[in-house]
Nanobody, 128 residues
């Protein structure tokens, strides 16, 4: 299974971007998904996560009210809509996945080590 992330770019502060992460697996609907980001010199941090049922989501405090995570099982794709972008959002963004296994439909994974699949990362640069 491969994850392909896209949608990054250069945007002015206050602008918007939508990141996409497409999985090559037909069982995408049973994957727990997450978005992480890593700025230069910093650890990789959770941005948002979505349960495999799609009913539950998590957002880091720094992005609450500005970012929205969603999934489209027909397209094997998870999205991260990012609005009101700030310079502090500048980072490489990664999508991550893990087959649901025994996890319930409401479970969320928040730590990088919990994920088994990673996309290649897409750069988001916000100019002030």
């Amino acid at each position: 299974v491969q994850l392909q992330a896209s949608g990054g770019g250069l945007v002015q502060a206050g602008g918007s971007l939508r990141l996409s992460c497409t999985a090559s697996s037909r069982t995408f609907s049973t994957y727990l998904m997450g978005w992480f980001r890593q700025a230069p010199g910093k650890d990789r941090e959770i941005v948002a996560a979505i349960s495999w049922s799609g009913r539950d989501t998590y957002y880091a405090d720094s992005v609450k009210g500005r970012f929205t995570v969603s999934s489209d099982n027909r397209k094997n794709t998870v999205y991260l809509q990012m609005n009101i972008l700030q310079s502090e959002d500048t980072a490489v963004y990664f999508c991550a996945a893990r087959p649901s296994g025994d996890y319930s439909g409401s479970y969320l994974l928040l730590r990088p080590k919990q994920y088994t699949l990673w996309g290649q990362g897409t750069q988001v640069t916000v100019s002030s």
